[in-house]
């Protein structure tokens, strides 16, 4: 962003500080949540606890990152070790908070942007831990598609409408073809996100996310002794692959064009 340049050297830095905060927070958050939902808990009422002892979690213990800190990654009452994951989640999440500020200044694009990054990496880790991705959260994307028409006015309405289906309907195909292939949530995913990114991000998203992926299984089957026909989570790579394709894709395409001499 140009006018980013334009700012005091400790206003940008108090900006970024604020933003790695905020995104932080937010996916501390998320957090919450990719615990509860595939468990059916709600997550608006009920305390944190201690996953080990079930002591209740104070204030102090629950502030992003710095609480994992300042307890040495240990639970304050029963001393169990604290997943790190969740702190590397906070961590991410200042990171794209920054990242989308970087890259869009401060703006309803880079509000959108953020929110489906978040959204997308809760259902990496849901998908993660239960091979499944939850309805709910492809709702959120379906929103934010509609927020992404005035905040991404260059990608237009047929863009987004072939973006729900080039990528969709192939894996639908090959699932009927090879069941189990790709999961439904997978192919849900990539329909509903494909509103949001249009045709041409959609195909850079999971190009990436079949290269990703592929030297992830191969590596998987050199590794793993036997060759078991593991299912492995295919919605990380999916989510990874649309996030740098929504954020790169643009200046991606611009160099490829040109590249080309087109
Ligand atoms: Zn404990």
Avoid at 40 to 53: E, N, T
Wanted: proline share 4%; with cysteine.
């Amino acid at each position: 962003m140009k006018e980013l340049q334009h700012l005091d050297p400790s206003v940008f830095w108090g900006l970024l500080l604020f933003l790695f905060v905020f995104g932080s927070c937010v996916f501390s958050f998320l957090n919450v949540v990719i615990y509860r939902v595939p468990r059916h808990l709600g997550f608006v009422k009920g305390r944190s606890c201690c996953p080990a002892c079930g002591a209740r979690l104070r204030f102090e213990d629950l502030v992003p990152i710095v609480s994992w800190v300042a307890l040495k990654g240990r639970c304050r009452y029963c001393k169990a070790p604290i997943s790190f994951r969740d702190t590397a989640v906070e961590l991410l999440g200042g990171v794209l908070a920054c990242l989308c500020f970087l890259r869009y200044g401060f703006s309803m694009r880079a509000m959108v942007a953020f929110l489906f990054l978040a959204v997308g990496t809760a259902i990496s880790l849901v998908d993660l831990d239960t091979l499944e991705i939850p309805d709910g959260f492809l709702a959120a994307v379906l929103v934010l598609s509609a927020l992404s028409v005035p905040a991404f006015p260059e990608i237009t309405i047929s863009q987004r409408a072939a973006g729900f289906f080039i990528v969709s309907v192939p894996m639908l195909l090959l699932t009927l073809k090879i069941p189990g292939a790709f999961g439904g949530g997978d192919i849900k995913y990539t329909a509903a996100a494909g509103l949001l990114l249009g045709w041409k991000n959609s195909l850079l998203a999971v190009f990436l996310a079949i290269v990703s992926g592929g030297i992830y299984g191969a590596f998987l089957l050199v590794f793993r002794k036997g060759g078991r026909k593991d299912r492995f989570a295919f919605g990380p790579f999916l989510c990874a692959g649309m996030a740098a394709a929504l954020l790169w894709g643009e200046a991606f395409f611009e160099w490829y064009m040109g590249v080309m001499g087109l």
